[in-house]
T-cell receptor
């Protein structure tokens, strides 16, 4: 199984709470990503990072924020959770392979439910 | 908007049969990848095909790519119950960001 860890796996919280989803990888990958996935739906890229102190917003607008202070750690934070944030959040990492191919390694996901 | 779009959305087959799913995309790509997702889990990389390749094999998987039609297909031969999962295509436009479709859910009946 992949060396990328997400915690918590499941979280049920009330509206207005601040939450942080943790993501850590032990592979030394420079690139890390957060995708949001609703059941039966496509994955939407919400944040990515190409290295330490580099963060960018993805294709889907999100109220969450991320930080990349260490290579191995890419946490996602929601300052005030709302029911519309209920979703599965998938963290992934990669390093450019031979001839630039970018293959992602995913964590098991964090399923967030906001009541 | 997302790049890849899989077809069909869902597929149910008998164990031992082949499963074929298709992916269409919109813009030029560096490579196209297929991933598998078991229920409630993260995605696992299966196979990658570059834009200058037409066919690739890996075990029971066969991937084709037609850049003129902007489409790819994934064939799983001699399916097993363990192949039950969702399968996603992802396009890599050489900007280190993969775009995923909504996936094809495959159910293999014993």
């Amino acid at each position: 199984e992949a060396d990328i860890y997400q915690t918590p796996r499941y979280l049920v919280i009330g509206t207005g709470k601040k939450i942080t989803l943790e993501c850590s990888q032990t592979m030394g990958h420079d690139k890390m990503y957060w995708y949001q996935q609703d059941p039966g739906m496509e994955l939407h890229l919400i944040h990515y990072s190409y290295g330490v102190n580099s963060t960018e917003k993805g294709d889907l607008s999100s109220e969450s924020t991320v930080s990349r202070i260490r290579t191995e750690h890419f946490p996602l934070t929601l300052e005030s959770a709302r029911p519309s944030h209920t979703s599965q959040y998938l963290c992934a990492s990669s390093e450019s392979g031979i001839r630039g191919a970018n293959v992602l390694t995913f964590g098991a996901g964090s399923r967030l439910t906001v009541l | 908007s997302q790049q890849g779009e899989e077809d069909p959305q869902a597929l149910s087959i008998q164990e031992g049969e082949n499963a074929t799913m298709n992916c269409s995309y919109k813009t030029s790509i560096n490579n196209l990848q297929w991933y598998r997702q078991n229920s409630g889990r993260g995605l696992v990389h299966l196979i990658l095909i570059r834009s200058n390749e037409r066919e690739k094999h890996s075990g029971r998987l066969r991937v084709t790519l037609d850049t003129s039609k902007k489409s790819s297909s994934l064939l799983i031969t001699a399916s097993r119950a363990a192949d039950t999962a969702s399968y996603f295509c992802a396009t890599d436009g050489n900007d280190y960001k993969l775009s995923f479709g909504a996936g094809t859910t495959v159910t293999v009946r014993a």
